[in-house]
């Protein structure tokens, strides 16, 4: 017989390793999808997945029960993905600058032959890539909505709780977000 989540995150707090590791398999799927559909990339998601229930563990303790325990473990998630999306930007502006010696820095898209420019490299790539191309444009919190609203099919309400935000507010990044992918998207067919 499994135990509910309430059972199980009860003897995980107190240092019951096979209750945390059900919790875990019981919602490791999810968590795996969400930062997925997040980052898109299996690299990522992994790192975000391996975050999140780090963080889930050492957070366990202090949980208590003023949620369900699927929101919680969400909106860590949700923050996860936000963080790494926030230091992943930094590093990839980093990385941009290659060729650097003492007087010269030059970037990726200088590096392109021709009129090239980064923009112009996606056209002729399949729509998924323009679509992940755009997502990766919006900032996080939006980018968070609009992912969990149309790639994890949560309904605003299940959002807001999850980001920890009112429903105004996630209507808001979700309308700014969806007119911006619509502007970004408008050329293609």
Known sequence: MSLNDTQLITNAQKGDMAAF????????????N????FRNSDDDAKDIYQ??????????????F?????????????????TYQNRKKQHESIDREIGYDDETTTTFAEQLPGELRTDDKAVGSDLSKHINNALE????????VFTLKYYQDYKIKEIAEIMKCNEG??????????????EKLKGLK
Request: glycine share 2%.
């Open 21 to 32: 590791e059900e919790l875990v398999f019981k919602y490791d799927k999810h968590v795996l």
């Open 34 to 37: 969400m930062a997925k559909s």
């Open 51 to 64: 975050e999140v229930f780090i963080r889930v563990y050492r957070g366990l303790k202090n949980f208590q």
């Open 66 to 82: 003023k949620s369900e325990f699927s929101t919680w473990l969400y909106r860590i998630t949700a923050n996860v993905c936000i």
């Open 137 to 144: 444009t919006l900032p996080p919190q939006q980018k968070m």
């Open 169 to 182: 507010t996630i209507k808001r990044y979700l309308f700014t977000a969806t007119n911006k992918m619509r």
